[in-house]
């Protein structure tokens, strides 16, 4: 799982905090597709018994991809 911390107040102000927010948000979406992509691959690579086993079927792995 990725994660991206930003605790440190922001100095700056006008187009430098904005185009620093745009960068952050950047950076927060491709963590989050490639944890979505990872998850999908991970369940897609399970047989039909192990997907049962957790109580999923190869239809849910979209779905739980998405959600996670």
């Known amino acids: 799982?990725?994660?991206?911390?930003?605790?440190?107040?922001?100095?700056?102000?006008?187009?430098a905090a904005r185009i620093g927010g745009i960068f952050t948000a950047m950076i927060s979406a491709f963590a989050a597709w490639n944890d979505a992509r990872l998850t999908r691959n991970s369940l897609s690579a399970l047989t039909d018994r192990e997907l049962d086993d957790i109580g999923l079927h190869r239809g849910d792995i979209d779905a739980v991809s998405r959600n996670s």
Request: no cysteine; charged share 15%.
């Open 1 to 15: 799982m990725a994660a991206y911390d930003i605790t440190r107040p922001h100095a700056a102000s006008g187009s």
